[in-house]
C-alpha cells in the first residue's frame, strides 16, 4: 500500500538542508560517475578477463589444456560472485529497513563506501608469480559488496530528487552520467597504463610510474586507479546529498529493523504488482549482471582477444550506454519504464544468442573463413547493444521501483529490490560455472542467460505500470 504525502508526489522544495535542489542532484548524480568504474574496469573489462587470463596460465602451468583451463578459469570467477551474491542477498533488505527505521543512510554510505576502497586497492595483490585465486576474489568481493551496498542507500534518494513525473529523465541522465565516468576512466586506463603487445600503451607511452607489464603491474594498477577515483569523485556527493532533517532520528536497532522487514515480506502479497516485478527484476537483472561479468571473459577465452582489445570493447560498450541512456530517460518520461524495460530484455536475449553463436570460425552458427575480422565485428556489435540496453534497462528498472513502493520505506524497498536481484545473484554464475564445467566450453556456459531473460519477460505481464492504486 502507498502513502501519501512525500516528496515525489508533492512540490519539490527548491532547498534541501540549505542545498539547492540542482546541487543536491548533480551530488547524486556523481555517486554515479564515481562507482561505475568499478563496474566498467574491474568486473567487466579490465581485471575480470586478467583474473582469467592469469587463472588460465596457472591452470596450464599445472597440466590443463588451454580449453580446460579457460573453463575452470570462468568457473572460478563465477563461483566467487556466488558468494559475494549470496551475503549481498542476506544483509540488503535488513539494512535496508535499518536504515529507514532511523532515518540515517549516510553513514551506511560512508562504510561501504570504505569497504569499495579496501576492496579495488587489494586486488593489487594478484601478481602472476604469487596469484592466489581466493585472496583476489576476495578482496574482488570485498569491493563489490561496498559498491552494491552503497547503491542500494543512494538510489533510495531518488524519490527526493525531483517531481514523479521527472524521476525517469533524472535517473537516466544519472546513469548516463555513471557511463561516461565508466568510458574517462577506462580511457585513462588505456592510454595512460595498460601495455599493449609492443610494451607501449595506446597513447604510445610507457605505462605511467615506470609499471612493468612483465608482472603485470600496468594491469593490476587498475585496481588502485578505480579506489582513487572513487575517492576523489564522491566528494561531490558527501558535499551536496544530505539525509532529510523531517526523516525519524531513532537509534540503530537491527530488532525493530528486521520487525519492520519481517511485515514488509508479510504485507508483499497484498501488492502483487511489486511482487511481479521484484520476480521479474531477479530474473533479468541476474542475467544482465551474467553478461556485463562475463562479456570479457569470454572474448579472452573464446575469441582470444588482449586487454587492450577488450577496453576498447568496453570503451564502446560505455559510450553506446551513456548515449542511449540520456535518450531513454526521455522515452521513460513520456511512455513510463515497463515499455523500456520490456524492449530492453528483448533486446539482450538476441545479443546473448549472437554471443552464443560466435567463435573464430563462425558466425550465427555459420562457418566463416579462417582469419575473418566478422566474428570480432559482431562481438564489438554485441558489446553496444549491451551497453545501450543494458544501461537503459538499469535506469528504468530503479525507476519502476519508485513506482511500485512504499514511498515512505524507499531504501527498505530498495533493500528488497537488491534482494531480488541477488537472491538469484548466484543463479546466473553458478549455472555459468556449472555448465562451463560440465561442457568444457566457455560458449555453452553461457546459454542459461537467455533463459533467465525470457523468465523475467514473463513475470512483467502481472507488473501495473504505475503500480497498485493507493488506498
Not at 502507498?2 to 540542482?22: C, F, L, N, W, Y
Not at 587489494?122 to 552503497?150: D, K, Q, Y
Not at 519481517?262 to 521479474?280: E, F, I, R
Request: aromatic share 14%; with cysteine; proline share 5%.
Amino acid at each position: 500500500m502507498k502513502r501519501e504525502g512525500t516528496m515525489a508526489d508533492t512540490a519539490h522544495p527548491g532547498m534541501v538542508q540549505g542545498i539547492s535542489i540542482r546541487k543536491r542532484i548533480w551530488g547524486w548524480y556523481f555517486f554515479d560517475w564515481a562507482s561505475q568504474p568499478y563496474n566498467t574496469l574491474m568486473l567487466t573489462f579490465i581485471f575480470g578477463p586478467y583474473f582469467a587470463q592469469t587463472a588460465t596460465a596457472q591452470l596450464m602451468s599445472d597440466g590443463m589444456t588451454q580449453q580446460a583451463a579457460a573453463a575452470q578459469a570462468q568457473a572460478w570467477w563465477g563461483y566467487g560472485l556466488t558468494v559475494t551474491g549470496i551475503l549481498i542477498a542476506v544483509l540488503a533488505p535488513v539494512l535496508g529497513s535499518v536504515a529507514d527505521s532511523t532515518g540515517k543512510r549516510m553513514p551506511w554510505i560512508w562504510l561501504f563506501s570504505i569497504l569499495y576502497f579496501i576492496g579495488a586497492m587489494g586486488t593489487w595483490w594478484s601478481a602472476p608469480e604469487a596469484f592466489n585465486p581466493v585472496l583476489v576474489l576476495a578482496f574482488f568481493g570485498i569491493g563489490m559488496i561496498g559498491m552494491e551496498f552503497a547503491t542500494i542507500f543512494t538510489n533510495s534518494y531518488l524519490p527526493s530528487m525531483g517531481p514523479k513525473k521527472e524521476l525517469g529523465r533524472i535517473s537516466g541522465s544519472g546513469w548516463a552520467f555513471g557511463y561516461v565516468g565508466g568510458v574517462v576512466a577506462l580511457i585513462i586506463m588505456l592510454m595512460l597504463f595498460q601495455a599493449g603487445a609492443s610494451g607501449k600503451t595506446m597513447a604510445g607511452l610507457s605505462p605511467l610510474f615506470g609499471l612493468d607489464s612483465a608482472t603485470k603491474a600496468d594491469t593490476r594498477i587498475v585496481g588502485p586507479l578505480t579506489a582513487m577515483w572513487f575517492l576523489v569523485f564522491m566528494i561531490p556527493f558527501f558535499l551536496w546529498v544530505r539525509d532529510e532533517k523531517n526523516e525519524p532520528r531513532l537509534k540503530y536497532r537491527f530488532g525493530k529493523g528486521v520487525t519492520d522487514l519481517v511485515q514488509t515480506l508479510k504485507n508483499l502479497p497484498g501488492n502483487p504488482s511489486l511482487l511481479a516485478y521484484l520476480g521479474s527484476s531477479m530474473f533479468y537483472r541476474d542475467a544482465l549482471n551474467g553478461m556485463y561479468t562475463f562479456g570479457g571473459i569470454y572474448a579472452v577465452g573464446v575469441l582470444g582477444w588482449s586487454i587492450t582489445q577488450i577496453g576498447i570493447f568496453g570503451i564502446s560498450a560505455a559510450l553506446s550506454g551513456a548515449i542511449f541512456c540520456w535518450i531513454a530517460g526521455y522515452i521513460d518520461r513520456a511512455i513510463g519504464p515497463k515499455p523500456v524495460i520490456v524492449a530492453c530484455c528483448l533486446i539482450m536475449m538476441l545479443t546473448a544468442l549472437l554471443i552464443i553463436s560466435l567463435t573464430p570460425t563462425s558466425v550465427l552458427w555459420f562457418a566463416v573463413e579462417d582469419g575473418s575480422a566478422l566474428p570480432d565485428q559482431m562481438f564489438y556489435l554485441a558489446g553496444i547493444l549491451i551497453g545501450a540496453a543494458g544501461g537503459v534497462l538499469q535506469s528504468s528498472s530503479r525507476n519502476m521501483l519508485t513506482r511500485q513502493g512504499n514511498p515512505e520505506r524507499m531504501t527498505e524497498a530498495f533493500g528488497l529490490y537488491a534482494l531480488s536481484g541477488k537472491a538469484t545473484s548466484f543463479l546466473a554464475p553458478a549455472l555459468i560455472a556449472l555448465v562451463s564445467d560440465i561442457t568444457g566450453s566457455q560458449r555453452l556456459g553461457v546459454t542459461p542467460l537467455v533463459f533467465l531473460f525470457a523468465l523475467g519477460l514473463f513475470l512483467l505481464l502481472w507488473v501495473k505500470p504505475d503500480g497498485e492504486p493507493e488506498t
